[in-house]
């Protein structure tokens, strides 16, 4: 007889772990067995969502609100209410139908790859960054093209970057994320405004990640695409500058040629977003919930300040611009001391001081062994006993 044929997994599914979970698995071992971590590692904000979501969550299940599947663009009246959001800090007038509530913005980067890109497109990035760009993309056929950036350009994109890459092979698509991760730079306006212009004569579909927007540190609450070019396809979430991270709901606005699509293969992939939190989440438009995210983001912006201050003293280099996002993404190579990289470093750390950071090879294949990411989320407080810890941390290297 034949042999049997051989299973397994399917070659697009050859994409590496986020290293983030395996740390965050270290972490939860630690804290099992009796320590006190202090964990800097997730872009998970600390203060959770907003009391009027909250509040807004035990009504849902106590008034008899009805929570079968919905349509699959989303509830009118939470896409009614992100329109309202966009009136209020961009001055966009938004129609409700070119709105699609998604399951988080990792659902959301799931249908505009999807609608926008063919197997075998090139798609261009920003290196260093979000590491599930790269595996998504790659796990539907697309070519990724890293744009490696650096502080000569501010960690993201150029219209030279893009025109160069360009100019190898017609490029389909570039992704853009401001404030970025890990990095937490934002591109000015005028950068922006010059991109998506590129973008619009060559053929090239932008997809601008923006789920960071609020939490900012320039003046600037970010730029939204659409303020510029609509034929972009933005993608937002409630999880960072709500805090809703676990309530898996994101959102994203539809070019007019790719509503349909976006929409079929909403309806094929998930019917709808989680209904329960997608009632909740109408209460986050409230005056309320956006002081209390406000006052959320005053404390990363101290949280930022303390580590900013403290840099001089942990000798980190090659630091990129924090402007917003709540990161801290910078260089260790002269201080990995025995370590072989930024991952026993981080290893490391932890064992011996019980802080939990991020090495930088998630988020860059080239320089990321040398980068280390902190997360600004937990707050001034667990930040500052932190860096006290580090700099013990180095002493005894």
Sequence with gaps: MPPAPRLGASAR???????????????????????????????????????????????VFTDGIPLGYCETLGLRALREQIAGHYRRWYGLDLDPDRICVTT???????????????????????????????????????????????????????VDLLAAAHAQEPLAGVVLASPANPTGTMIRDDELAAMLAWCARHGVR????????????????????????????????????????????????LPADLAAAIDALAGNFALCAPVPAQHAAIAAF??????????AVAGFARARA???????????????????????????????????DSVA???????AQDVAITPGVDFDSGRGHEHVRLSLAPGPGAVAEAVRRILAF???L
């Design 13 to 59: 599914a050859q994409v590496p772990p986020f290293t983030v979970m395996t740390v965050l698995a270290a972490v939860a071992g630690a804290r099992a067995a009796g320590r006190e971590v202090i964990s800097l590692c997730a872009g998970e904000p600390g203060q959770g969502a907003p009391t009027p979501v909250r509040d807004a969550a035990a009504r």
């Design 104 to 158: 988080g913005s990792s659902g959301g980067f799931q249908l505009a790859f999807l609608a926008a890109f063919d197997h075998g497109d090139r798609v261009a990035l920003a290196r260093p960054g979000y590491p599930a760009y790269v595996n998504i993309l790659r796990a539907l056929g697309a070519r990724v093209v890293e744009l490696d950036t650096g502080a000569e350009v501010r960690f993201q994109p150029t």
């Design 206 to 253: 932008v997809i601008s990640d923006e789920i960071y927007h609020g939490v900012t540190f320039t003046g600037s609450r970010g730029t939204c695409a659409w303020q510029h070019d609509d034929s972009a396809v933005v993608v937002s979430s409630f999880s960072k500058y709500w805090g809703m991270t676990g309530w898996r709901l994101g959102w994203l606005l």
């Design 286 to 295: 409230t005056e309320p919930a956006y002081a209390e995210c406000e006052a």
């Design 306 to 340: 303390l580590v900013l201050d403290a840099l001089p003293a942990l000798g980190w280099t090659d630091v990129a611009p924090a402007d917003g996002a709540f990161y801290v993404y910078a260089g260790v190579a002269d201080l990995l001391g025995p370590y072989a």
């Design 345 to 351: 470093w981080c290893r490391a750390l932890l064992d």
């Design 394 to 396: 180095q002493a005894a």
